[in-house]
C-alpha cells in the first residue's frame, strides 16, 4: 500500500510563490495588505501543492483582541521631550476612544526588538502604529510581516513584497517653502540644521531646502545634522558658527531651532537683524520663544493614522499613502 503523501508546508508555498511566509499567512487569512500580484502567485502556489492551511491558526490568526499597538523606536528621552511625538500620541489616543480599540504603548528598538516581535506575534493586538522610526530599525519591517501596520511618516524601507500603508506630510515641500520664504526676505547665506540623515523626514526636508536654492540659484549653505532636538539643535548651530555666520538658518524642527537661538543669542548674534531663523512644526515652544518662531506648521495626523488602521482591520482599502497639508507660520524670527 502507498503511504500517504506528506502535505504541503507554508514553507513551501512561500518557496514556490518567492513571497515570504508572513505574506502567504496574510493571503490566508484575508489581510488587505499584499499586493495583488503576490497574492495571485500565493493563491497558485497553494492550488498547485493543494496546500491545507491549519484551522486551529487560522481561527486564532483571526481572532480579535480590540487592541492597537503604537510603536515608538525612540529612547525614552526623545519619547517625552518631542512635542510633536507627544502630540501624536494623544491624538492617536483621542480617535481611538471614539473607537472599539484600546491603546497600547511599546517603546522599542533593535536591543528589545526579538521580545516586541515575539508579543505582537503571540496575538495581543490586532494592528499596530510606528512612529518616528529609523532606517536602522530593520525590526520594524518584520512587525509589517507579523501584524496590519499603518506608519506615521514615510516609511525607511520599501519591502520587496508589500505595499505599506503610512500618513505624512510633504516633507520636501516643506523645506523648500521654509527655505524660499528666507530667500525672498532677501537672505543668501542659508545655513541649515537638517534632520537625522536615518530618517525620512530629516532626509526629506534637506532635499526642500536643496531644492529652493537650487531654484534661486544661490549656493548651499553649511548644513549640521541634529536629532530634532533642543540639545542636538545647539551643537549643530555652533558647527555652523565655526564655518563662518551665515545671514539665515532653516532648522529642520522648533525644537532644533530653539537651541540654535540660545547659541546665537550666547554668541552676540540678534534675530533677525543678524541672523534670521525658520523652524519647523509650529510646536507649542515656537510661540513662546523670544522672538516667536517662524515655522512650517505640520497639522498633527495621529487622528488619520489611527482611521487608516481601523479602516484596515475592518478590511477595507484605504490609500496607501495619506498626506496632510503644511503651512508657513510667519513670526518675528525673520
Do not use: C, W
Request: no cysteine; proline share 5%; aromatic share 6%.
Amino acid at each position: 500500500m502507498a503511504e500517504p503523501s506528506t502535505p504541503a508546508t507554508i514553507e513551501e508555498v512561500a518557496a514556490a510563490a518567492g513571497v515570504s511566509r508572513s505574506t502567504v499567512s496574510r493571503v490566508v487569512n484575508g489581510s488587505p495588505s499584499v499586493s495583488a500580484a503576490a497574492e495571485e502567485r500565493v493563491r497558485a502556489a497553494i492550488a498547485q501543492l493543494k496546500y491545507v492551511p491549519n484551522q486551529l491558526a487560522r481561527s486564532l490568526a483571526s481572532r480579535q483582541t480590540k487592541a492597537i499597538a503604537l510603536v515608538v523606536p525612540e529612547d525614552v528621552s526623545r519619547f517625552f521631550g518631542d512635542p510633536f511625538i507627544a502630540a501624536v500620541v494623544a491624538d492617536v489616543h483621542r480617535r481611538l476612544t471614539e473607537s472599539d480599540y484600546v491603546l497600547t504603548m511599546v517603546l522599542a528598538g533593535e536591543n528589545t526588538a526579538e521580545r516586541t516581535i515575539a508579543y505582537l506575534r503571540g496575538g495581543s493586538v490586532d494592528g499596530v502604529i510606528v512612529v518616528s522610526h529609523h532606517s536602522r530599525d530593520a525590526f520594524v519591517d518584520r512587525i509589517a510581516d507579523v501584524v496590519p501596520v499603518v506608519f506615521g511618516g514615510r516609511p525607511t524601507h520599501k519591502r520587496a513584497d508589500a505595499a505599506d500603508y503610512y500618513v505624512d506630510a510633504d516633507n520636501v515641500e516643506g523645506g523648500r517653502l521654509a527655505t524660499a520664504h528666507l530667500i525672498e526676505r532677501g537672505h543668501r547665506r542659508i545655513a541649515t540644521i537638517a534632520g537625522p540623515a536615518d530618517m525620512p523626514a530629516g532626509i526629506d526636508r534637506l532635499s526642500g531646502y536643496r531644492q529652493a536654492l537650487t531654484d534661486a540659484g544661490l549656493a548651499e549653505g553649511t548644513v549640521a545634522f541634529g536629532d530634532f532636538s533642543e540639545r542636538g539643535g545647539e551643537a549643530a548651530m555652533r558647527e555652523i558658527l565655526a564655518a563662518g555666520t551665515p545671514d539665515a538658518v532653516f532648522a529642520a524642527s522648533d525644537l532644533m531651532a530653539k537651541g540654535a537661538v540660545t547659541v546665537l543669542h550666547e554668541a552676540g548674534l540678534r534675530i533677525p537683524q543678524d541672523v534670521a531663523v525658520i523652524g519647523f512644526d509650529d510646536a507649542p515652544v515656537a510661540a513662546q520663544m523670544t522672538p516667536k518662531l517662524t515655522t512650517i506648521r505640520q497639522p498633527v495626523f495621529g487622528d488619520l493614522v489611527a482611521q487608516r488602521l481601523i479602516e484596515l482591520l475592518a478590511g477595507e482599502r484605504p490609500p496607501r499613502a495619506s498626506f496632510v497639508e503644511l503651512e508657513l507660520v510667519v513670526r518675528d524670527s525673520v
